[in-house]
């Protein structure tokens, strides 16, 4: 449909015809409350405005998993076809010269009219073996090196950049994995050119061929590129969760965590000269201090990155296998350096968990990630013992305490956001963690302690209620401080703290109807404090929902539980 038709279609206005169905108005329209006519790409008001990017709308029906595993056995059938495909190149380019395939360079006529026939930003990114031409394939890899730091890119980039950009075809053992690559590129395009229409048009078509990559190696897993897989999953998982596409985003966690399992990366014992050696002969030995700390970086990377996507699609449950049994990971803790030296190796999750360990400022943004993730799901679990009974009270009331110990000494151990974004403001060096991360972490751990004071305020330990107040606020306050409102786990966190406000409010408020409440002064005044943190929660997602619009449902889960409460009290 052309703009002109468009424009016409909005100035006639939908209000005269049927309705559009509830859900289905683009995001915008929604938040401003304007009556939408639902047209895609991009709406009759939005054009209107002269408004440049595409509509974004919301999936009201998001597919089940019933269908995404049907349409995962399709996929898998077109890969076949492929890898039959790719066998049969494999093969003619066999055959010739070794020097013909060496001789493959961005500036050989051989190599441009290969790369130029099979793919361009105006052609269908669909041959079995293409990749975008080499200028085109520079600026993409670039333009995601630029930002790599902020997607879990866990490979040393410059040796990424370097093997990426060899003239070498498709496939071959010199450069990063095809999946690897697929993502990257599918990465680039959006950093690159996100405002672009063309771009915009032929992103399908790279996250198709990402996903018909990966399926296609972890069916292969190949040992020897074991960490391209998992980046490039990691990549995708990031993708599909910015893209509000969740499910299938666990599924590709879930298969992460199932590969981690299988080459035992969460048993990695370092050595000082790096040459690791799986007892086990699951992968083949490190040959450096390099691709040891690599495999560490990628374990740590599928730990964390899986741990906080079960917070934001509530399947906290045990869903890691072995891995839910924190004894059974004896791979380090990443640190800042490649090198791992005795204290390092002697620091294991159960030190950390038991409190311990030495203390030592955090230094490195991954380990800051991992210790968050997983203090959050350890409180988690915690909590979900209250709710079963399976433990007895005192023993959670002491296990609880002994955990808070635990948070309150990493808590401390973090670097301050004002110091970070000070140094942000005037270092030419940007630091090892930015502002808005490091903002999202001490949301994460004051989330785990909202947990843990909600355990004890449920329980009636002294002070458990007004602990609970502080670190909910303590919570808001980070995320304002930086405002990482285009992460969906802000609004998940905001949420579930305002939950936890909540049934402590209902609690509270049970109490002064049929408790005996010897002083009723403090139960209001305790109750006036819940009531604003509860506002204060809000008002803070309402602030990050401008930022993230998926934050908007989360939002709306509040408010309308809120809304039940004061009914009842009425």
């Given at each position: 449909?052309?703009?002109?038709?468009?424009?016409?279609?909005?100035?006639?206005?939908?209000?005269?015809?049927?309705?559009?169905?509830?859900?289905?108005?683009?995001?915008?329209?929604?938040?401003?409350?304007?009556?939408?006519?639902?047209?895609?790409?991009?709406?009759?008001?939005?054009?209107?405005?002269?408004?440049?990017?595409?509509?974004?709308?919301?999936?009201?029906?998001?597919?089940?998993?019933?269908?995404?595993?049907?349409?995962?056995?399709?996929?898998?059938?077109?890969?076949?076809?492929?890898?039959?495909?790719?066998?049969?190149?494999?093969?003619?380019?066999?055959?010739?010269?070794?020097?013909?395939?060496?001789?493959?360079?961005?500036?050989?006529?051989?190599?441009?009219?290969?790369?130029?026939?099979?793919?361009?930003?105006?052609?269908?990114?669909?041959?079995?073996?293409?990749?975008?031409?080499?200028?085109?394939?520079?600026?993409?890899?670039?333009?995601?090196?630029?930002?790599?730091?902020?997607?879990?890119?866990?490979?040393?980039?410059?040796?990424?950049?370097?093997?990426?950009?060899?003239?070498?075809?498709?496939?071959?053992?010199?450069?990063?994995?095809?999946?690897?690559?697929?993502?990257?590129?599918?990465?680039?395009?959006?950093?690159?050119?996100?405002?672009?229409?063309?771009?915009?048009?032929?992103?399908?078509?790279?996250?198709?061929?990402?996903?018909?990559?990966?399926?296609?190696?972890?069916?292969?897993?190949?040992?020897?590129?074991?960490?391209?897989?998992?980046?490039?999953?990691?990549?995708?998982?990031?993708?599909?969760?910015?893209?509000?596409?969740?499910?299938?985003?666990?599924?590709?966690?879930?298969?992460?965590?199932?590969?981690?399992?299988?080459?035992?990366?969460?048993?990695?014992?370092?050595?000082?000269?790096?040459?690791?050696?799986?007892?086990?002969?699951?992968?083949?030995?490190?040959?450096?201090?390099?691709?040891?700390?690599?495999?560490?970086?990628?374990?740590?990377?599928?730990?964390?990155?899986?741990?906080?996507?079960?917070?934001?699609?509530?399947?906290?449950?045990?869903?890691?296998?072995?891995?839910?049994?924190?004894?059974?990971?004896?791979?380090?803790?990443?640190?800042?350096?490649?090198?791992?030296?005795?204290?390092?190796?002697?620091?294991?999750?159960?030190?950390?968990?038991?409190?311990?360990?030495?203390?030592?400022?955090?230094?490195?943004?991954?380990?800051?990630?991992?210790?968050?993730?997983?203090?959050?799901?350890?409180?988690?679990?915690?909590?979900?013992?209250?709710?079963?009974?399976?433990?007895?009270?005192?023993?959670?009331?002491?296990?609880?305490?002994?955990?808070?110990?635990?948070?309150?000494?990493?808590?401390?151990?973090?670097?301050?956001?004002?110091?970070?974004?000070?140094?942000?403001?005037?270092?030419?060096?940007?630091?090892?963690?930015?502002?808005?991360?490091?903002?999202?972490?001490?949301?994460?751990?004051?989330?785990?302690?909202?947990?843990?004071?909600?355990?004890?305020?449920?329980?009636?330990?002294?002070?458990?209620?007004?602990?609970?107040?502080?670190a909910a606020e303590d919570l808001f306050s980070s995320l304002e401080s930086s405002y990482p409102g285009s992460h969906p786990l802000a609004g998940t966190l905001s949420r579930l703290t305002c939950e936890a406000l909540i049934e402590e409010l209902m609690r509270l408020k049970a109490e002064n109807v049929f408790g005996d409440v010897l002083d009723l002064a403090c139960k209001v005044e305790e109750e006036t404090q819940l009531e604003q943190a509860i506002t204060d929660g809000m008002g803070t997602m309402s602030i990050l929902v401008t930022c993230c619009p998926l934050v908007g449902y989360d939002l709306k889960k509040v408010r309308n539980l809120y809304l039940q409460v004061e009914k009842s009290t009425q």
């Amino acid at each position: 449909m052309s703009e002109k038709a468009l424009a016409l279609n909005f100035k006639r206005g939908r209000s005269r015809g049927q309705p559009l169905p509830r859900g289905n108005a683009c995001i915008h329209c929604r938040h401003s409350k304007i009556r939408c006519d639902g047209v895609k790409p991009i709406c009759g008001h939005c054009l209107a405005t002269s408004k440049e990017a595409d509509c974004k709308y919301t999936d009201p029906h998001p597919p089940s998993r019933s269908a995404l595993l049907q349409r995962d056995i399709e996929e898998l059938l077109v890969r076949i076809e492929v890898l039959k495909k790719l066998n049969n190149s494999r093969k003619i380019i066999s055959t010739r010269n070794s020097s013909v395939s060496l001789s493959l360079s961005p500036n050989s006529e051989h190599s441009n009219d290969h790369i130029h026939s099979a793919f361009s930003l105006d052609a269908d990114y669909t041959s079995s073996d293409c990749e975008p031409p080499f200028p085109e394939r520079a600026n993409l890899i670039d333009s995601f090196i630029g930002r790599c730091a902020t997607l879990a890119f866990f490979l040393d980039p410059d040796t990424f950049r370097k093997t990426a950009l060899l003239p070498l075809p498709l496939g071959d053992p010199q450069r990063p994995s095809p999946a690897l690559l697929a993502c990257v590129y599918l990465w680039g395009l959006r950093i690159f050119s996100p405002a672009l229409k063309l771009a915009k048009e032929k992103e399908p078509a790279f996250l198709r061929r990402a996903r018909q990559y990966i399926a296609l190696e972890v069916g292969t897993q190949n040992p020897t590129q074991i960490t391209h897989i998992l980046q490039a999953k990691i990549l995708l998982i990031i993708y599909l969760v910015n893209a509000g596409q969740f499910l299938e985003a666990e599924f590709h966690g879930n298969r992460a965590i199932s590969l981690v399992l299988s080459y035992g990366l969460h048993k990695i014992i370092p050595t000082s000269s790096g040459v690791y050696g799986d007892p086990e002969r699951r992968l083949p030995p490190c040959t450096s201090p390099a691709e040891q700390a690599e495999r560490i970086n990628a374990f740590w990377t599928v730990f964390y990155i899986q741990r906080l996507l079960a917070v934001m699609v509530g399947s906290l449950g045990n869903s890691f296998g072995s891995l839910d049994s924190y004894l059974e990971i004896r791979t380090p803790f990443p640190t800042k350096t490649m090198n791992y030296d005795s204290k390092d190796i002697a620091i294991t999750l159960h030190d950390f968990l038991n409190d311990t360990a030495p203390q030592r400022p955090e230094t490195s943004a991954l380990s800051i990630y991992s210790k968050s993730a997983l203090l959050y799901h350890r409180a988690v679990y915690l909590h979900r013992q209250l709710s079963s009974g399976d433990k007895d009270r005192v023993e959670l009331i002491k296990a609880c305490l002994r955990f808070e110990q635990t948070v309150f000494n990493f808590y401390t151990a973090l670097p301050k956001i004002s110091y970070i974004k000070t140094l942000e403001a005037s270092s030419s060096c940007p630091p090892f963690i930015s502002s808005e991360k490091l903002s999202l972490m001490y949301a994460t751990v004051s989330c785990a302690c909202v947990n843990i004071q909600s355990i004890l305020a449920s329980l009636g330990v002294h002070g458990g209620r007004k602990r609970l107040i502080v670190a909910a606020e303590d919570l808001f306050s980070s995320l304002e401080s930086s405002y990482p409102g285009s992460h969906p786990l802000a609004g998940t966190l905001s949420r579930l703290t305002c939950e936890a406000l909540i049934e402590e409010l209902m609690r509270l408020k049970a109490e002064n109807v049929f408790g005996d409440v010897l002083d009723l002064a403090c139960k209001v005044e305790e109750e006036t404090q819940l009531e604003q943190a509860i506002t204060d929660g809000m008002g803070t997602m309402s602030i990050l929902v401008t930022c993230c619009p998926l934050v908007g449902y989360d939002l709306k889960k509040v408010r309308n539980l809120y809304l039940q409460v004061e009914k009842s009290t009425q």
